[in-house]
């Protein structure tokens, strides 16, 4: 199987780079070998490589600076999905894309599922929501997973912005009223490379891949089985610190997430039901807490 792994030093791209590189030859690029702002430049990465699955880890993430870059946001979001859906479907391949959470406004009150109406409240959210469009309507073969709060501890995520406050200041603040799947951007990579094992282990060429991916093509939430609020998540972060001795720490307090204003309006309940990817691909992630104790100990 040849994959085209776009945005391979991302949060994601980096750990699919490693899970996906056991199944087959992987190209990786990331900017500026490839431009996403860049059509011709988007177009070529594809026809250069022709693969029979292309992984798209990029995006643009900057929730709070898209709401002043519409128009950067809704090129890496929108455009460059609908390309990559097009190439896809003309050269026969498959396109796994992911989106987010942020697609839902957050009044719902229980987990949202895949049938449930969007309604993004920010900039970033309504170009991944279109991009999410855009995949579909091209039709092919293409898994759309959303994702949730993902972290690493690579890049700047909540995880190392919670541990290097922790070592600065004697008292934290954290929002109770925001609720989600903090995911571990290494066991969405685990689990995307396992399921394009499971496919490949039951077709009998590299190009099967693409037809038994097109059984299951469609949109797919992508996350633990639980949820959490901010201020439990910080909490965990302080408590399975492996160098908690470093900590100054000594108390977090909540708060309210309009105590913090932000440019961009983000959902206060966002968590994500993922029922119908464990239907489908008999593949569970990890309870949240389990990967970021898993995430924390290398
Ligand atoms: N992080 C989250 O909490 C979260 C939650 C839900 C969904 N998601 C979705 O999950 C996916 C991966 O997120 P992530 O957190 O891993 O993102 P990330 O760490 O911000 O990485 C994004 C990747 O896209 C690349 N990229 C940006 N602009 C580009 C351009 N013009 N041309 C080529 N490459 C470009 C970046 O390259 P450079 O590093 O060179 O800029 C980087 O490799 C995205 O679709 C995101 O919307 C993320």
Redesign the pocket.
């Known amino acids: 199987m040849r994959i085209l792994l776009?945005?391979?030093?991302?949060?994601?791209?980096?750990e699919l780079e490693r899970t996906l590189t056991p199944l087959g030859e992987v190209v990786a690029?990331?900017?500026?070998a490839?431009?996403?702002?860049?059509e011709a430049?988007?177009r070529q990465a594809v026809r250069g490589v022709v693969p029979h699955v292309i992984v798209?880890?990029?995006?643009?993430?900057?929730v709070d600076k898209a709401e002043s870059e519409p128009d950067?946001a809704a090129?890496?979001?929108t455009r460059?999905p609908a390309i990559l859906a097009e190439e896809a479907r003309t050269l026969g391949a498959a396109l796994i894309?992911?989106?987010?959470?942020?697609v839902f406004d957050g009044l719902k009150g229980s987990p949202y599922v895949e049938s449930d109406a969007p309604n993004p409240l920010g900039v970033?959210a309504q170009t991944?929501l279109a991009?999410e469009q855009a995949v579909q309507q091209t039709g092919g073969a293409f898994l759309i997973l959303?994702?949730?709060?993902?972290?690493?501890l690579r890049?700047d995520?909540?995880v190392t912005k919670v541990l290097g406050w922790s070592r600065q200041q004697r008292s934290l603040r954290m929002v109770t009223d925001q609720i989600g799947n903090p995911?571990w951007?290494r066991t969405?990579a685990e689990a995307t490379a396992q399921l394009l094992a499971m496919g490949s282990a039951n077709t009998v060429s590299s190009t099967g891949i693409v037809p038994w991916l097109a059984e299951r093509s469609g949109l797919y939430h992508f996350v633990g089985p639980d949820h959490a609020s901010r201020y439990e998540w910080a909490q965990a972060i302080l408590r399975l610190d492996p160098r908690r001795t470093e900590q100054v720490t000594e108390q977090v307090l909540p708060a309210l997430t309009n105590e913090f204003p932000t440019p961009a309006r983000r959902p206060l309940f966002s968590a994500l039901g993922c029922q119908r990817f464990v239907d489908t691909f008999g593949l569970r992630l990890p309870p949240w807490e389990t990967a970021l104790r898993l995430a924390m100990e290398i």
């Not at 894309?97 to 942020?102: E, G, R």
């Open positions: 776009l945005g391979n030093t991302g949060q994601l791209g980096w690029l990331d900017y500026p490839v431009n996403l702002l860049d430049s988007t798209n880890a990029t995006g643009y993430t900057a950067k090129a890496i979001n460059a894309h992911y989106s987010t959470d942020y970033y991944k991009g959303r994702l949730s709060w993902m972290y690493s890049r995520s909540f995911i951007a969405a």
